[in-house]
């Protein structure tokens, strides 16, 4: 029998860690303790920021949507049962915040902000090779169905597993493997027609 990789390992250590100190924070904010909540927010303001640059198009819609929904979470943060992890939780009602707003709005899907593609650590040429990427992905992505969009941006632009968009979207995992492999499939063909 193989052992798991360390990488696996320290990752399920981290996320347990980390769902305990989410945990604590919720029972804070519950007791009165506004500084647990501020701290929640903090830990998973850019995981919200993400989100809803996947759907918005400037800098201000993004910040009106997280406020919107940190005032959501903090409404309804009784409700939370721990049936799933916190983050599970916070991303389902992100995304629902999301959907509803943007169908309110009529706007156009967007994929998340270039500026996460770009690292200290990389050359200006890389950079420049990203943003283009990034440019080309968007542009590919705009013309998805948006049950696929919204699979794939859960899937790879979140780092949610299939399991927890089945949580946050109410679609079936097999229904969520299909989207993301119809999606990959037409993002490739668009794809191949930048080489």
């Not at 320290?10 to 500084?35: H, M, P, W, Y």
Request: charged content about 30%.
């Amino acid at each position: 029998m193989k052992s798991k990789p360390v990488q696996t390992i320290a990752r399920s250590i981290e996320d347990f860690l980390s769902q305990k100190k989410d945990n604590a924070l919720v029972q804070k904010t519950l007791d009165g303790k506004k500084e647990a909540f501020a701290e929640l927010m903090t830990m998973h303001q850019r995981r919200v920021e993400i989100m809803g640059y996947s759907f918005f198009h400037n800098k201000a819609d993004v910040d009106d949507f997280v406020q919107d929904v940190f005032i959501k979470v903090f409404n309804n943060l009784a409700s939370f049962r721990h049936e799933s992890k916190f983050s599970t939780w916070l991303t389902r009602i992100a995304y629902t915040t999301a959907i509803n707003t943007k169908s309110r709005r009529q706007e156009n899907e967007n994929i998340a902000d270039e500026n996460q593609l770009t690292s200290e650590y990389l050359s200006p040429e890389e950079q420049e090779i990203r943003k283009i990427t990034a440019q080309a992905v968007k542009q590919a992505m705009e013309n998805l169905p948006e049950h696929y969009y919204s699979c794939l941006n859960l899937y790879f632009f979140q780092d949610l597993s299939y399991d927890e968009i089945a949580v946050i979207t109410d679609l079936p995992i097999n229904t969520i493997k299909s989207h993301i492999f119809r999606a990959k499939k037409i993002l490739r063909q668009k794809l191949n027609e930048y080489k």
